[in-house]
């Protein structure tokens, strides 16, 4: 089990089923905690159109994907509607050693399960809609989509919700300012954790 | 060991030892989460002017003080300046029962230790001025005590402090409505970790 090295940032799993509106949070987020990133994740599909590589993910082919799977390459990956997605061992061992970054991952539970296999000092939130109708509705007021896959979209999101036993926190988005309020919040208190501000303590504890 | 009953208050237990600026920080703290409230001590000591009975503490006399140590009435108590206080053990488990009541618990490192032993559950936040220099400044310009006074008080602030490595959080004391606003964000955070919100989990899980 690797472990982040002393006194490094914060890695912030969030676990958003479809749904829970964690598009306008993490936007929302980005504005009043600057200090954070996104962990950039590898995909497979074809950037759309405004997407850049590198900022929004590292556009790799299947094949280039297929072949960082058989090389173990990544801490997580899952297949989402036929496309690969998956977060890369280099990419959080680069951030785990610049030490003062913290990021945020965007990953379904799996993902999150093997991130705290290997960083067990992770935080992981899960993000919940209000309700239960909330989230139906929510998944039906799309209108793009027939009974099918709303039902397979809804059933998918119940079966990731019933993982959150083991997360750390959870966030209900019944209001979008007091929701990225509260992971504001979540990430200030993470970070005043005494096993994170030991650096800080040993200073003050040998100062005299 | 007795837990507490699921979905009850917060206890936050916080230790700041003299020169951390703790009074500043609690009156402000009243202010900003009108939700939380002290848990009262009793003591000894006589009370002050304009003190209430029941409000600020439970005024009792040294007997009776006794006569409760020896019942084992107290969570954990302490002799300061010759004068004892200490945590009753049936008005913690009356907030407890009441179960939405989140409290401050004001104790030094050693009253923590036992009410951790006690209630597990609990959230542990220690105080820290910002510096060293700050520390020694900050006891010194009170001018009311002589150069013994101060330095025992001193020596006593490090011993506390060197307890610091068990504790969940810290919170430096440099700015005053930022380490108010720390404490009010490590509160709702610790309010919205998932073993303090399976009644709403379940709820949402069983909505459907």
């Known amino acids: 089990?690797?472990?982040?090295?002393?006194?490094?940032?914060l890695f912030l799993v969030v676990s958003a089923p479809s749904g829970t509106g964690k598009t306008s949070i993490y936007k929302e987020?980005?504005?009043?905690?600057?200090?954070?990133?996104?962990?950039?994740?590898?995909?497979?599909?074809?950037?759309r159109r405004g997407e850049v590589h590198g900022r929004d993910y590292?556009?790799?082919?299947?094949?280039?994907?297929?072949?960082?799977?058989?090389?173990?390459?990544?801490v997580e990956w899952a297949e989402n509607y036929g496309q690969l997605y998956g977060t890369s061992r280099a990419?959080?061992?680069?951030?785990?050693?610049?030490g003062d970054k913290d990021v945020i991952l965007d990953v379904d539970p799996l993902g999150a399960k093997?991130?705290?296999?290997?960083?067990?000092?992770a935080v992981f939130v899960f993000i919940l809609p209000p309700s239960f109708e909330e989230l139906k509705r929510r998944l039906t007021m799309r209108g793009q989509d027939d009974e099918e896959t709303i039902s397979t979209r809804f059933n998918h999101a119940m079966v990731e919700i019933n993982e959150i036993g083991w997360y750390?926190?959870?966030?209900?988005?019944?209001?979008l300012p007091d929701a990225v309020s509260l992971l504001c919040s979540i990430y200030?208190?993470?970070?005043?954790?005494?096993?994170r501000k030991k650096t800080e303590i040993n200073k003050f504890i040998n100062g005299r």
Do not use: W
């Open 29 to 47: 987020l980005m504005k009043q905690c600057p200090h954070i990133q996104f962990s950039i994740s590898h995909t497979s599909r074809p950037p």
């Open 1 to 9: 089990m690797s472990k982040l090295p002393r006194g490094t940032g």
């Open 58 to 74: 590292f556009f790799v082919s299947r094949d280039e994907f297929d072949v960082m799977i058989q090389r173990e390459e990544f």
């Open 114 to 121: 093997a991130i705290k296999d290997r960083y067990p000092q």
């Open 168 to 175: 750390d926190y959870v966030v209900f988005n019944d209001d």
């Open 188 to 195: 200030r208190a993470e970070k005043n954790r005494v096993m």
């Open 91 to 98: 990419v959080l061992e680069t951030l785990a050693r610049e």
